[in-house]
């Protein structure tokens, strides 16, 4: 048996596992993956023209390894700042995170950043790795001792598995090897192989003498040669020529599989990172007016009012739009501003464009990417609610402040200010004020003066107080 052939056997009876490599610039996260890998999928190790010129990671790499049962693809995620949004569209495709740091540094800003995407996105498991201790003259387990009380204060918890290696010495490589042996047989993960085919396409290139060739990771279904794909949303189709796994020729592949589709009568011009292959375009909505659930984490420190800017990651696509919370009262939506001691709200997005939303595991990412770097900037995850065709009717409280005229008037408590005429003082005739006043009970004279009721407790008033009165004015969003 040829060694091509038993390779092809060997990966087709492994489980695939996908974990997300995450780390601050220069933490040599690419390097780790480097030491790691046996197969170098799209892009991976930096492959990248500018990556190279650059000297940084700037989109997503795939390379792989045989672990035990499983065929392990490592999705490495550019560290630097400006680029969280291609770290953020990783997050749909893994099951498990690797956290890298600079052990010289420690854990930074993005580093942060990282922790609060992978926890926003329902990713229960990580492991730590602190590589350059080559570098490092200082005792290594006290720094590691140091780092445990960090991830004390993260979700993932002090007892999180850590690993001291040196990827450029190619030292603690065995120990961290077995460390994610452990961690993903501890994963729960059950695969969906049954039903509709779901490919997010993260990179799509022509082969001279090929044709289109699409590569991604199948979350939902089995595929098979000589099925047809439709691209949705930019609606072109194709029949499927090839599959491959790690450049191993295929017949069948399943959820799980990351796969090179090498597809016939594809418009490949129209294709975009974050759009997917499917068989059922009805397993998918489109639209960019959402009613969303957010789950907002407890470290975004800015509040969010009514109409922030946000960046919202939803599958591979980014983009921006505005959010608008609110909290319901009588069946009516009624803006509000949230804060860090808030936990969880609803909200209307407004996105500057369309966007493609799997109707089954829907969970979104939102970003303040307008923020400086030095802050951390993911606001938390939502899992959507409903799409709108039209943006629902919101409401704002408008508040007027009249004042005290008269408080001893025979025919009560006169106010001046909640209207400018008789025809006005009319309308409001009946509306609740903010204590000690009760409502408004009448019209008094023709130039917009009115009768207050207040509380029987007691209370004095007099002349110049301020009466409150607050009403609840409809508010209809700009369709972007």
């Known amino acids: ?47 990248h023209p500018q990556s190279k010129e650059r000297g940084i990671t700037i989109d997503l790499g795939f390379t792989s390894f045989i672990l035990d049962k499983f065929i392990i693809t490592l999705v490495d995620s550019p560290g630097h700042a400006d680029l969280i949004k291609i770290s953020a569209s990783s997050v749909e495709i893994i099951d498990c995170a690797i956290v890298v740091l600079d052990i010289n540094k420690g854990p930074q800003v993005q580093t942060g950043e990282h922790l609060i995407l992978i926890e926003s996105l329902n990713i229960k498991k990580i492991i730590v790795v602190i590589n350059k201790i080559d570098l490092f003259s200082k005792n290594v387990d006290d720094e590691i001792k140091k780092i445990r009380e960090f991830f004390g204060s993260t979700i993932f918890g002090s007892d999180v598995p850590i690993f001291a290696v040196s990827a450029k010495n190619k030292v603690g490589f065995e120990n961290l090897k077995t460390g994610i042996l452990n961690t993903i047989n501890s994963l729960q993960i059950k695969r969906q192989t049954e039903g509709s085919i779901i490919i997010p396409i993260d990179h799509h290139f022509p082969i001279k003498g090929m044709g289109s060739i699409l590569t991604g990771t199948i979350l939902n279904g089995t595929l098979k040669v000589n099925q047809n794909l439709e691209i949705i949303p930019v609606k072109t189709s194709g029949r499927v020529k090839s599959i491959q796994i790690f450049h191993q020729n295929v017949d069948i592949a399943k959820a799980g599989d990351r796969v090179g589709l090498n597809i016939k009568g594809l418009e490949l011009k129209k294709v975009y990172r974050g759009c997917y292959a499917t068989n059922n375009p009805r397993a998918f909505d489109y639209g960019n007016i959402l009613e969303v659930e957010v789950n907002n984490n407890k470290l975004f420190k800015p509040k969010t009012g009514f109409g922030t800017q946000i960046h919202i990651t939803i599958g591979m696509v980014t983009t921006s739009g505005n959010i608008y919370p609110y909290y319901e009262l009588n069946g009516k939506k009624i803006q509000t501003t949230v804060s860090n001691k808030d936990r969880g709200f609803r909200a209307i997005i407004l996105l500057k464009e369309k966007v493609i939303i799997r109707k089954e595991k829907n969970i979104m990412l939102l970003s303040r990417l307008d923020l400086p770097p030095t802050t951390l900037r993911i606001l938390g995850s939502a899992v959507l609610v409903k799409i709108y065709k039209e943006p629902p009717l919101l409401y704002k409280y408008k508040t007027k402040q009249g004042t005290i005229k008269n408080p001893n008037h025979p025919q009560g408590i006169v106010c001046n200010g909640l209207a400018q005429s008789a025809i006005g003082a009319k309308k409001i005739i009946g509306k609740s004020l903010e204590p000690p006043f009760t409502k408004i009970l009448d019209t008094f004279g023709t130039k917009g003066a009115v009768i207050v009721g207040i509380k029987s407790d007691g209370k004095q008033v007099k002349k110049g107080d301020p009466v409150f009165l607050k009403e609840l004015r409809s508010i209809r969003l700009k369709n972007i």
């Open 1 to 47: 048996m040829s060694f091509l052939k038993y390779l092809k056997m060997e990966i087709e009876k492994k489980i695939p596992i996908h974990i997300g490599l995450f780390g601050h610039i220069d933490s040599g996260k690419t390097a780790i993956a480097e030491v790691l890998s046996e197969f170098i999928s799209t892009a991976g190790i930096d492959a």
